[in-house]
C-alpha cells in the first residue's frame, strides 16, 4: 500500500516508529497529484516546496519528540482561507492574482501543529454553488466518476482527499458546502458549531453562516483535524470562549444509550430512492447496535431553502462591496471615472452566480423591501432554531439524508439555478440554525457512487455526533471504499 492511500493516524505512527520520514509521505502525495490532478482538477494553487520544507521541519520535530498528531501530515486548505504569502483566489477571477499578507487563525494552528501544505483547493466562486463547477478556474470532478460534480461550494477540498491526493482537508460551509461534498466524494466532513473554530482570515460569504471545518479519509481522522483548529479566538467576534473537548475521546464503538432522532419531514417527495433506501437501513444498523430511533418534527424545515436564499444574498452582497477594484483584487482597464471603473470592475471579475446572489441580496434589503423579505427570513430562522431545540429535547441526535440525490453529472443543474439550490435541501437547516453536522457514507447506488448520512446535534455537542458517527463506522466497511481513478 502506497503511503498517500493511508489515514493520518496511522502515518503518525508509522513515522513516530521511524518506518517512513515525513519527507516520504509528502514525496508520496506530490507523485500522487502528478499522476491524477490533470482529470481531476482539485487545486488552484499547488505548493510542492512549501510542502517538502515543511515536511524537514516536520522530522525534526518527530527527532526533538516534539510532534503531534498532525505532524508532517499534507494537507489541502479550500482556497477561501488566507494563507501568508500564498495566493488566495476564492476561485474567483476579482482575486486571480491575490497573495495575503497574514494567515487565517486556523493555518496558524495547522502550522503550529505541524501540518504539511501541499496545495489550495479548487471551489466556487466565493463559496456560492453545490457542484464546483462555478469557479473561474473551470470545474472539479469526481474521483468516482469524472462525468459528475464531487459537490459544493468546497468540491476540490473533498475531491483532494477522496482521491487521495491529500490526506485531510480543510474546507468551508455556509449551507452545506462540507457535508454535501463530502456525501458526494464517499468521505467525512463536519461542520462545527457556529462559532467552535474562528472565522478569522475566511473570506466572508454570509457572516451569520461561514463555518470552517475538515474532511478526512474516515471519523477519526475527521476528529483529529477539528482537534487541531478549535477553540476561542479574540480576533473573531463571533468565537465563543468554551472549552473544547478532545473529540478522540468521543470515539466510542457503543450507542445503547443513545436516542436518535429522525426527522418525519426528511424522506420528501423527489429524494432519490436509493438515498432514502441507504439511511434507513444506516438508522436500522444503529438500532441494531443499541440505539433508540424515534420520530421527531421539523415543522419548519420547508421554509428553510427560501430563508436561506434570502439571508445569505443579503449578507453577501453586503461582504462582496468590498471588491471596487480600488484597493486589491481585479482592475478594470481603461480610462474610467470612478463609478464606470467599479462598474466595470465588478461586472469583469465575478461570475454570473455572484452576481446573481448579489443582485439578490441588495433588492431583499433595499428600501420597501426589507421588512418583507429579510426581517420576516429573520424571524422564521428563529422558529427554525427553535424546532431543532425541541427535537433535541427527544433525542440525542438527529440523522437524516446529507443530500437527496448521489452526485449528479456535470452541466446537468448549472443552467437550472433552483434545482441546483435543492441540493442543499437537507443540509441548509444546520446552518440557519449554527448546529454542528457531519456527513459519513452509508451506501453505494447502482451507478457506483457514494451517498451520505448525515448526522446533526445541538449546539457544541459535537462528541454526540463523533460517537455515533464511528459506531456506524466501525460496523460497516463504507469508509473503506475508494474510487477506482
Known amino acids: 500500500m502506497e503511503l498517500h492511500q493511508l489515514t493520518a493516524y496511522q502515518l503518525h505512527e508509522m513515522i513516530r516508529r521511524r518506518e517512513v520520514s515525513c519527507r516520504e509521505v509528502t514525496e508520496s502525495v506530490l507523485r500522487r497529484i502528478e499522476k491524477v490532478e490533470d482529470c481531476l482538477h482539485a487545486y488552484i494553487t499547488l505548493t510542492p516546496d512549501l510542502a ?8 525534526a520535530c518527530f527527532q526533538e519528540g516534539e510532534a503531534g498528531p498532525l505532524t508532517g501530515i499534507p494537507l489541502a486548505i479550500k482556497d477561501v482561507i488566507c494563507t501568508q504569502g500564498i495566493r488566495t483566489t476564492c476561485g474567483s477571477r476579482i482575486l486571480e492574482n491575490f497573495i495575503p ?3 487565517a487563525t486556523v493555518i496558524e494552528k495547522l502550522k503550529a501543529a505541524g501540518a504539511v501544505f501541499v496545495g489550495k483547493a479548487n471551489m466556487d466562486e466565493f463559496a456560492m454553488g453545490s457542484s464546483t463547477e462555478n469557479s473561474f478556474f473551470g470545474p472539479t ?16 477540498s473533498a475531491a483532494a482527499v477522496a482521491a487521495e491526493e491529500c490526506i485531510a482537508s480543510l474546507g468551508s460551509d455556509t449551507g452545506g458546502s462540507i457535508r454535501q461534498p463530502a456525501a458526494c466524494c464517499g468521505i467525512v466532513g463536519i461542520k462545527p458549531t457556529y462559532g467552535r473554530v474562528s472565522r478569522f482570515g475566511l473570506v466572508a460569504f454570509a457572516s451569520s453562516l461561514d ?3 475538515p474532511f478526512g479519509k474516515d471519523v477519526r481522522d475527521t476528529a483529529l483535524m477539528l482537534n487541531a483548529i478549535s477553540g476561542h479566538e479574540p480576533r473573531d467576534s463571533t468565537s465563543v470562549d468554551i472549552p473544547v473537548a478532545d473529540y478522540t475521546k468521543s470515539l ?14 426528511c424522506f420528501i417527495e423527489g429524494i432519490d430512492p436509493e438515498v432514502e433506501s441507504s439511511v434507513r437501513e444506516a438508522i436500522r444498523t444503529l438500532e441494531k447496535l443499541g440505539a433508540k430511533a424515534v420520530e421527531v418534527s421539523l415543522p419548519h424545515s420547508d421554509y428553510a431553502l427560501a430563508v436561506y436564499y434570502i439571508i445569505a444574498p443579503a449578507e453577501a452582497s453586503s461582504n462582496l462591496a468590498r471588491y471596487d477594484g480600488v484597493k486589491y483584487g481585479l482592475r ?7 463609478l464606470e471603473m467599479y462598474r466595470e470592475s465588478r461586472s469583469q471579475g465575478f461570475g454570473p452566480e455572484v452576481k446573481r446572489r448579489i443582485m439578490l441580496g441588495t433588492y431583499a434589503l433595499s428600501a420597501g423591501y426589507y421588512e418583507a423579505y429579510y426581517r420576516k427570513a429573520s424571524q422564521v430562522r428563529t422558529l427554525i432554531r427553535e424546532d431543532f431545540q425541541k427535537a433535541f429535547s427527544q433525542c440525542d441526535v438527529l440523522l437524516m439524508p446529507t443530500a437527496p440525490t448521489p452526485a449528479f453529472k456535470l452541466g446537468e443543474k448549472v443552467d437550472d439555478p433552483l434545482q441546483m439550490y435543492l441540493s442543499d435541501i437537507f443540509t441548509i437547516p444546520c446552518n440557519l440554525a449554527g448546529l454542528p453536522g457531519l456527513s ?3 451506501g453505494i447506488s447502482r451507478e457506483g457512487l457514494p451517498i451520505g448520512l448525515q448526522i446533526l446535534a445541538n449546539h457544541f455537542q ?3 455526533i463523533f460517537r455515533v458517527a464511528y459506531t456506524y463506522e466501525q460496523n460497516t466497511d463504507f469508509h473503506l471504499r475508494k474510487p477506482n481513478l
Do not use: F
Request: some cysteine; aromatic content about 4%; glycine content about 12%.
Open 440 to 442: 459519513l457514507p452509508c
Open 211 to 213: 463555518q470552517i471545518g
Open 332 to 338: 478594470a482597464r481603461g480610462n474610467h471615472d470612478l
Open 462 to 464: 459535537e462528541e454526540k
Open 52 to 59: 517538502l520544507e515543511q515536511a524537514a521541519a516536520a522530522d
Open 141 to 156: 470532478r469526481n474521483p468516482w466518476d469524472l462525468t459528475r460534480i464531487p459537490g459544493g461550494s468546497s468540491g476540490g
Open 101 to 103: 499578507t497574514y494567515d
Open 252 to 265: 466510542i464503538n457503543d450507542v445503547r444509550s443513545m436516542v436518535l432522532g429522525i426527522p418525519k419531514e
